[in-house]
Every structure is written in structure tokens, then in C-alpha cells.
């Protein structure tokens, strides 16, 4: 009997990344334009920093720069949020982190599907942030209704995708076949549709509410809305941007520009206003427009502790006490110098960050450590003290709410940053789910634990050879 042979869910995750680049690059002619600026500045800055491309190299990460992306979505039904769960499960995505962006005006909250463990992440670290709408938060109790019974009536899923879904909860996997359709059924959920499923009416009076419901509520299906390169240096790829004819942004959301680089730092272009068919009462198509889709990058450092993500939060929210960046730019100059100088305490050296507990790290043996014997007692810090272990900053994988909010907000209008009655909800979005979320902190300090549990088995097993 023959067995058959599965493929690995990190080589459909390769798969379907590489097939959403390949369909938003047709769809967002500038998201390919953003691709070579990103290829441009990323081969610039590994040319005039080979100690850069030196230590990449040697975290296996170097290759991994060029392939990462993150897309996101929004969804409008926990029906719709519970199959995208099992659909990216079979990708070796799952849930990591809840945001409630309703603080920020945001009608919705989110998870970041994406892969965990450092074997994953480095194979490829595609992550889609995926977000809930919360029609709980349309004040109009009639239009909030109408809404519901339209999403009701959508099924986002092809037929194919639901099958190969429920074959590979059955069977475990998919073979090479049904990997390849798999990929393709999936696709066509997040693809592009020039046609709305409400009419011209119902479209004004949901964009009215907030342009994100409308953009969720009227069409078939959650298409992309962006989909983000990493780059080795924003601020450059910030600069050049205008050079190729895109408007960014007016400020990169997050810290500010470090030596050593924290969390995430992302920019965007503007979202595109494109051309959409609306029927109306008579059944005819009239033409009309919507603005939804963008192009974004980011820049990603170290992945913090509890202790240093609180101090990022204190430093951030002291800047927005001296200036809150305007959505216009006005005030952009203004606020990156009150970034700057609030940040001033946060030590800029990874060694110093590791001194302070401020964040996490991978280690390995250094050439000194890969001939040496240590005691099993001996501490972390002795052992990169003597030189037998090294440290390197394990990347964050994650988001930022008010990073993400800055980017939904610049690309939805100022109009758009409404005040919701903050609600934080994790146990209903997760009951939604059907699943609780990780904890991304644990599974950064997993990894950290992991790779000194292996310098210490190395270097304690040479004693036992002995």
C-alpha cells in the first residue's frame, strides 16, 4: 500500500505568499514599484555594512529579508474569522496577539495569523493581520442590521478551499497536488472585485458610518488590502519614495530612527481610489469609486520584554503629550523631534538592552565556545563574559496598535479616525476565533530559552565526552 507523501506546511505558507505577491503586483501596479525601491535601498545598505550582512548571514536571515511579507484583511462575520483560522492553520499560521484598535477610532479588532517557532519563522515568516469588524459599534441601530443580513448572506470561501481545509484536518496534510489547488482555491479569496454586492445607496450611507465598514460590507469577499515589504532602512526607502513618483505617508509610524532598531517601524502610500460597479434599484450597473487598497513597508528591530514594551509605551505616549502627529503632515518635523528626544532613555545598544532585561535574544556558541567546556552552573552572563556564547536580537514577528491605527488612518481620510467607546474584548474575539491567541511574549521568551538550552547542552556535553 502506498503511503502517501505530504507537503510541509511551510512550503504551502512559501507558496501562497509567493502567489499573493505575484496577484497584488498585477492588481497594485505601485506595490511593484515599492518592491524595487525596497530591493534598491536593502542591497544598498548590506553593501556599506558588511558586518550587517555578516551577522544576517549567520542567523540564517539573510535570505529571509528579501521573501518577508505581511498582508492584511478585515473580515465581517466570526463565521468568516473561524475558517480563516483553519485555512491558515494548514499554512502553519496561527493566531498570535489581540489588538482592540477601537481605542483608536478603528472599528475593529485583530490577531496576526503568522508561523511561530524560530525553524518556522526562518523557512519563510509570511503574517496577514487579520481583523474583525465590529458592527457592534455602528450607532445606528437600523443600518447595523441591514449590514449584518448583507455579510450574512456572503460566503468568502470557494468550494475547493473549504474541501482541501477539511482533507487536511482529516488526513493530516496535502500532497503535492492538492497543495498546488489548495494555494490556488485560497487566492481567490483575497482577490480583487471591480463589482460591490450593495448598491450605490447602502454604499454612501455604510461609508458614512466609517469608510472601513463600508469597505468590509460591500464587496464579495475580504480582498488584500496591502501588502508589506521589509526593508533594512525605511527612512531611506521614505526619501526615495517621491523619486518614483509615491506619495508617502507624512511620518514612519513607530520609534523613532535608532542605531539599534526596536520593534517595528512601518510607512505607506496613500490608498488608491479605484473604480467600482454599484447596481441600482433597477438592476443596471453604475459606476462609482472606493478607496481601500495601499502599499506599505516596514522595518523590523528587536522584539521587547514585558519591561522594555512597557517602557516603549511610556516614551511613545510622553511624545504624543508634546505633539500627536496630524494625519495632513503639518506638524510632521515637529513630532519626529519629540519622538527623538522622548526616546532619548531607551539605551541604544544591544548589549545594553540585554544588560537592562529590555529585550529578547537568540544565542549560539561563539568559534571560542565551539572548543570549550563550561560548567552547567554557570550563568548566561558568565558565559558570554568568557566569550564561549554570543547574542543576537531576535526580530520582532508582531504589530502595534497605534502603529497600525496611524496606517489605517492616514489610508481611511481624518474623517475616519471616529470616537468609539474603547471595549476591549479578547474573550469574545477569541470565542469568535475558536481559539485563544498566543501570547507573544512567550514565544519570544521560548526561543530565548531554547537556543541557551542548546549552547548549554553543547557545551556541556564536551565535558561529558571527556
Known sequence: MLTRSFVSSCSIRSAFSAAMSAMYRTEVPAYGTLMDIVARVNAATLAADP??????????????????????IRLGTAAELAMMRRVFAVMGMFPVGYYDLSEAGVPVHSTAFRPVGDVALKRNPFRVFTSLLRLDLIADEELRAEAEAILKERQIFTAGAIELTERAER????????????????????????????????????????????????????HINHLTPRTLDIDEVQRLMPEYGIAPKAVVEGPPSRRCAILLRQTSFKA??????????????????????????????????????????KLLADSRKVVRPAADGSNAAAYEIALAEAFAPFPDSFAEIRNQGLGYFSYSLTPKGQSAIASADASVDQLVAEGLICFDPIVYEDFLPVSAAGIFQSNLGDEAAQEFTASPNQQRFERDLGAPVLNEFDHYADIEAQSIAECRALLTSAQAAE
Not at 56 to 72: C, I, K, M, N, P
Not at 277 to 285: E, I, L, P, T
Not at 289 to 307: C, D, M
Open 272 to 313: 488608491l481610489e479605484e473604480a467600482v460597479s454599484f447596481k441600482d434599484a433597477g438592476g443596471n450597473w453604475q459606476q462609482g469609486t472606493h478607496t481601500a487598497r495601499f502599499g506599505e513597508i516596514e522595518s523590523r528591530g528587536i522584539a521587547l520584554t514585558p519591561k522594555g514594551r512597557a517602557l516603549y509605551d
Open 51 to 72: 558586518a550587517l550582512k555578516q551577522r544576517l548571514e549567520q542567523t540564517d536571515s539573510l535570505e529571509r529579508v528579501s521573501e518577508e511579507r505581511h498582508g492584511a
Open 171 to 222: 488526513e493530516g496534510g496535502l500532497d503535492d497536488d492538492d497543495a498546488k489547488r489548495f494555494v490556488a482555491e485560497v487566492l481567490e479569496t483575497f482577490r480583487w472585485h471591480h463589482q460591490a454586492n450593495v448598491d450605490l445607496a447602502m454604499y454612501k450611507r455604510l461609508h458614512d458610518a466609517h469608510r472601513l465598514i463600508a469597505d468590509v460590507v460591500s464587496f464579495k469577499g475580504p
